[in-house]
């Protein structure tokens, strides 16, 4: 069984990985999805979807592109984003 979709955790982005890995967690909470659902849409393991979140993987073009899809973005909009949240956190 699925855990309910909660609050996002304030987690840290010390890198553009990990600040990719933020906004795709916000993306998919404001969408009420699990991170099965996710992995479903893309055609990834949930395991992968868990890494590219917690940003221990980077994600290639391609997947970044198919990522960008599932959310009706751009993948510059996308990328943009993360880069604003790791601004944010750099003094």
């Not at 899809?69 to 949240?85: D, F, K, P, Q």
Request: aromatic content about 4%.
């Amino acid at each position: 069984m699925a855990k309910p979709i909660g609050t996002v955790k304030k987690r840290e982005a010390g890198n553009l990985g990990e600040a990719l890995g933020v906004e795709l967690t916000r993306l998919r909470v404001a969408k009420r999805w699990s991170q099965q659902k996710v992995s479903e849409m893309l055609g990834y393991d949930v395991t992968y979807i868990r890494q590219l979140e917690k940003g221990a993987k980077s994600p290639t073009l391609r997947t970044l592109s198919h990522i960008a899809e599932v959310y009706s973005l751009r993948v510059s909009v996308l990328v943009g984003r993360a880069e604003r949240i790791l601004a944010r956190e750099r003094p």
